[in-house]
């Protein structure tokens, strides 16, 4: 089964179980989850963390590029619009398919990463450049159910 079918199955199956089965799901479970994004800066900060900086990074440790994605949620993410793998795709390439993949997971595709600069706590700050200048900002608390729930497959790097 892919990962769009197993997620039809769970948003069928699990998602209206949800307000039962967990204290203050049904809030949650009907808010949207928006258009989440993240400054430049934040990008930048993490490609130093994952790769060292170097967007075309290609270790031979299976994960691509300055944000060290996985293949597999490189295509899930639509990354193959812009080339075959991450370290194939320009910075603001490999940063556009990163920001579906935050929409969709969460800051938890990054996992250590994200959790040393600060983005995984329960409530984060909102990130933005220090001159104010950013692309954007993340907003505390939007990803992904399914990630909350630990559905298998849902991030950049497998957990270990």
Not at 35 to 59: H, I, Y
Not at 105 to 116: D, F, N, T
Request: include cysteine; charged fraction near 20%.
């Amino acid at each position: 089964m892919g990962i769009r079918a197993l997620h039809r199955v769970l948003l069928v199956t699990v998602l209206p179980l949800l307000p039962a089965a967990v204290p203050g799901a049904a809030a949650a479970a009907v808010r949207p989850v928006g258009a989440v994004r993240a400054s430049d800066q934040t990008w930048d900060r993490l490609a130093r963390c994952e790769s060292g900086g170097d967007w075309q990074a290609d270790t031979g440790n299976g994960y691509y590029g300055g944000l060290q994605i996985w293949p597999p949620t490189w295509e899930e993410a639509d990354g193959l619009r812009f080339a075959a793998r991450p370290d194939l795709a320009t910075r603001r390439e490999q940063i556009t398919v990163a920001e579906e993949i935050l929409r969709q997971q969460g800051w938890e595709a990054w996992g250590g990463c994200a959790a040393s600069l600060g983005l995984l706590r329960p409530d984060p700050p909102t990130i933005g450049d220090d001159d104010g200048g950013g692309s954007g900002s993340v907003v505390p608390g939007e990803q992904d159910w399914a990630v909350a729930f630990d559905v298998p497959g849902w991030s950049a790097r497998p957990r270990s």
